[in-house]
Structures are given as structure tokens and as C-alpha cells.
T-cell receptor
Framework: GQNIDQPTEMTATEGAIVQINCTYQTSGFNGLFWYQQHAGEAPTFLSYNVLDGLEEKGRFSSFLSRSKGYSYLLLKELQMKDSASYLCAAFSGGYNKLIFGAGTRLAVHP | ETGVTQTPRHLVMGMTNKKSLKCEQHLGHNAMYWYKQSAKKPLELMFVYNFKEQTENNSVPSRFSPECPNSSHLFLHLHTLQPEDSALYLC???????????FGEGSRLTVL
């Protein structure tokens, strides 16, 4: 079967660092996406990992371990505007589709 | 502005109504998708179209009927829906090769 797991909710303090974990079990796995979705808005692309390791992009970094079926999104120097849902999604290239987790709702407090 | 436009943004309908959701993409992509997003549930893939041909129907009830007249437009025709169909319906497009999806703002559907 296909399964994506991530925590439902997380809270953090402005200026801090938070790590959102994601585990996946999918067939035909090609890579792992992270999307950000603010309330009432469309999901927007954050990162895509194909190979094992850490990809850094400004305040956001994403890590992938294919052998462990594990990824995380690391957010540094948190800002209030980072309060949003973060969606983990596995890409099955053979089927040309993304399988999404339920999303992690992050609340950043002053 | 994401390059993917959905209308209407909000829709309220009775169980006996017939309505349609519309999606248009201005990105030159070849693949288009309908996803359903319910509270606290994963985004559920409903339909996939590649070059106007339906390549995925994820066991969606027949009361949802997609239509893709060309690579830039996608419709979701709705009839005799149930209250549990109330959700945010998201349209997305992609090049079909990289996997990255570009989403519209969604159509918030309420079935009474």
C-alpha cells in the first residue's frame, strides 16, 4: 500500500528552529516534495529531494533518506508568517502522481 | 498568481443540483489534476489528465464527472452530491515529467 505519515500539529516560538518529520511507504518512489499551504490558499512548492542528503534553501532545508523512507523539513529563524500547513508528498514517477500526507499544521508564537 | 485559475472560489449547492467547477492553466503544462482536500485528511487524488487523456480515476464516485477539452482547461461536473462531498477541490497542473504541481486557489464546495 501507499502511506505517508507526518505529525498533525506542531507549535514553535518566533526565532526558533523546528523540524517536521515525514515517513513514507510508496511504490515506484522517485522523490519527496514539501509544500506549504496557508489557510485558504493554494499549496506552494518548497522543496524536492531525489537523492539522499540535505538540500538547503535559505531558511528552509529538506532531508531525505531513501533507505529509511524518511524525510524532514527544517525551518530556521522562524517568523510569524511561517504559520501554515506543511505537506509532505511522495512522487511516483511511473504513475506521474503525488501522494500526499495529511499535513502538519505549524503555529508560530511570539 | 500561480498560473492556475479556478472558478468559482466558493459554491453552495443542494443535493439535487448540477454544477461545474472550472480550472484553467496558463503555464503550457501537459498534465492536469483534480484533488479533494477535506479537513485533517491528506489531499486525495481524484483524476489525472495527460495531453487531454484521462490516465487516472482514483475510484471516484460517478457523481463526479471530469472533462478536459484541451490541455489548458479542466472541468469537474457535479450532480446529486452528498453532504460528505463538502470539501476544498484543488486543481493542479504539471509538465508531467518532474512531478512538481502548480495548484489553483481551490473551489470551496458546500453541499446542503
Amino acid at each position: 500500500g501507499q502511506n505517508i505519515d507526518q505529525p498533525t500539529e506542531m507549535t514553535a516560538t518566533e526565532g526558533a528552529i523546528v523540524q517536521i518529520n515525514c515517513t513514507y511507504q510508496t511504490s515506484g518512489f522517485n522523490g519527496l516534495f514539501w509544500y506549504q499551504q496557508h489557510a485558504g490558499e493554494a499549496p506552494t512548492f518548497l522543496s524536492y529531494n531525489v537523492l539522499d542528503g540535505l538540500e538547503e534553501k535559505g531558511r528552509f532545508s529538506s532531508f531525505l533518506s531513501r533507505s529509511k523512507g524518511y524525510s524532514y523539513l527544517l525551518l530556521k529563524e522562524l517568523q510569524m508568517k511561517d504559520s501554515a500547513s506543511y505537506l509532505c508528498a511522495a512522487f511516483s514517477g511511473g504513475y506521474n502522481k503525488l501522494i500526499f500526507g495529511a499535513g502538519t499544521r505549524l503555529a508560530v508564537h511570539p | 498568481e500561480t498560473g492556475v485559475t479556478q472558478t468559482p472560489r466558493h459554491l453552495v449547492m443542494g443535493m439535487t443540483n448540477k454544477k461545474s467547477l472550472k480550472c484553467e492553466q496558463h503555464l503550457g503544462h501537459n498534465a492536469m489534476y483534480w484533488y479533494k482536500q477535506s479537513a485533517k485528511k491528506p489531499l486525495e487524488l481524484m483524476f489525472v489528465y495527460n495531453f487531454k487523456e484521462q490516465t487516472e480515476n482514483n475510484s471516484v464516485p460517478s457523481r463526479f464527472s471530469p472533462e478536459c477539452p484541451n490541455s489548458s482547461h479542466l472541468f469537474l461536473h457535479l450532480h446529486t452530491l452528498q453532504p460528505e462531498d463538502s470539501a476544498l477541490y484543488l486543481c493542479a497542473s504539471s509538465t508531467g515529467t518532474t512531478g512538481e504541481l502548480f495548484f489553483g486557489e481551490g473551489s470551496r464546495l458546500t453541499v446542503l
